[in-house]
């Protein structure tokens, strides 16, 4: 590794990093390691196994791209592979990895389906020491021989859980299959049904444990409330709450495709700049609604829950729940896109007479109240709603319920 770097000592330095990877995330801003980097970066280093069970925003890919780059240290061959369930979180692996990268010679690659071959066969052609990727472009390659694991020593399946919903698992199964045995294992799964309990206790060798924090729960940082309205006051209620936020960038999650091109038509006309994420969409439309959202070009990102697990946007100060997630595990996952590694942040969520079930699913998954919160001044033609949601879910509330009931 080339090493041009000051002696580091730092406490991302104690975890036994070199120099250059010290000074690569001081230089962009970390000063102390996150819980889950703390726990993986040594283990990882000595070789072993890990399953990690963390929240998104805890800092989760540097914990396993740091010691990962340190090992493999120099350019050679393809020995670490990354499968993601989605192109996005696959874009943003690679992202990471580039940048703490950036004091090496590794060579860092992407394949995902949704676009063309042209340009990833390019990239494989020229060779990487380490590949994002997603499971059903990287079998066709694996498959049009464009690319071998045989030299793979660090494999990494993030977000097992979400391969587990997209039913990728038995592709997930062939490429492990293709990666030599003698291979050091990183699993990451927010939840542990048996299927996933079997695909680890199949792909891992007497793996570490990690575990930070609550699973269940959304970060300590966020603060979440519900906003009891009638259907056909939501957007009404959406845009006073808009008027009454001092947001710098808004991320609006609806249930259906439709529903978000509808509620960005109206956010548009009201004069916002809006970006739209959902499955309809190309991938080109995507990655520029993301971008755009990124850059501030847009203030708003409207998104179905495409966007909700995992993606690292920095900087969203709210999140607004215009529908009920169905799942309870995904509500979690939408409002995490806030208040990530240690920043505050806002959720708000709409829930209107028929969502009291999903509400409710969602605080007994999350084993917390949820405070239902009024909007001054705005006229609610149904106010019922507060009475029959003011029993909390749970008998006692948390300590963030009762944090977010001063704000
Ligand atoms: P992740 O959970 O990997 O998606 O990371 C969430 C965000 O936390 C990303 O924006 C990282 O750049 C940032 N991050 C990761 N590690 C640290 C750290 N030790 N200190 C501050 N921010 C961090």
């Excluded at 079997?198 to 966020?222: F, H, K, M, N, Y």
């Excluded at 845009?239 to 991320?251: I, N, R």
């Excluded at 109206?266 to 969409?281: A, F, Y």
């Excluded at 509500?331 to 806002?346: P, S």
């Amino acid at each position: 590794m080339p090493v041009d770097v000051p002696k580091m000592d730092t406490a991302f330095s104690k975890l036994g990093l070199c120099d250059a990877l010290a000074f690569g995330v001081q230089e962009k801003g970390y000063t102390e390691p996150t819980p889950i980097q703390a726990q993986s970066i040594p283990q990882i280093l000595a070789g072993r196994d890990v399953i990690g069970s963390a929240q998104t925003g805890t800092g989760k890919t540097a914990a396993f791209a740091l010691p990962i780059i340190q090992m493999l240290a120099g350019h050679g061959a393809l020995r670490c592979l990354i499968l993601e369930p989605t192109r996005e979180l696959a874009l943003q692996v690679e992202e990471a990895f580039q940048t703490y990268a950036k004091f090496t010679d590794l060579q860092v690659t992407i394949v995902y389906g949704g676009v063309g071959y042209g340009k990833q066969l390019e990239d494989l052609k020229r060779g990487m020491d380490i590949l994002a990727a997603t499971p059903g472009r990287l079998l066709d390659h694996l498959e049009q021989r464009n690319c071998s694991l045989k030299d793979i020593d660090v494999l990494v399946l993030d977000e097992v859980d979400r391969m587990l919903d997209m039913g990728f698992l038995p592709d997930v199964k062939r490429i492990v299959e293709q990666t030599p045995k003698s291979r050091q294992t990183l699993f990451f799964t927010a939840t542990l049904p048996p299927e996933i309990a079997q695909l680890a206790s199949w792909a891992l060798r007497d793996p570490v444990r990690v575990e930070i924090g609550r699973q269940r729960s959304p970060a300590e940082t966020i603060s979440h409330a519900f906003y009891p309205v009638v259907a056909s006051q939501k957007f009404d209620l959406l845009q006073l709450l808009l008027e009454q936020t001092d947001f710098k960038s808004v991320l609006v999650f609806t249930r259906t495709r439709m529903g978000a091109d509808r509620i960005a038509r109206r956010l548009q006309n009201n004069g916002h700049t809006v970006g739209v994420m959902h499955s309809d969409r190309s991938q080109r439309e995507r990655v520029e609604a993301l971008d755009g959202f990124k850059s501030g070009k847009f203030e708003m990102l409207i998104a179905t829950d495409i966007a909700a697990r995992g993606l690292d946007i920095a900087g969203v100060s709210h999140v607004i729940n215009y529908d009920v997630p169905e799942n309870a595990e995904d509500y979690v996952h939408r409002i995490g896109r806030t208040g990530r590694a240690q920043n505050t942040g806002d959720a708000f969520t709409l829930v209107t007479e028929d969502d009291v079930r999903d509400a409710r699913s969602i605080e007994r998954y999350m084993g917390v109240a949820v405070e239902r919160k009024k909007v001054e001044g705005f006229p609610y033609i149904y106010s019922a709603l507060f009475d029959e949601n003011a029993q909390p879910a749970t008998a006692k509330p948390t300590s963030r319920l009762h944090r977010g009931m001063r704000r």
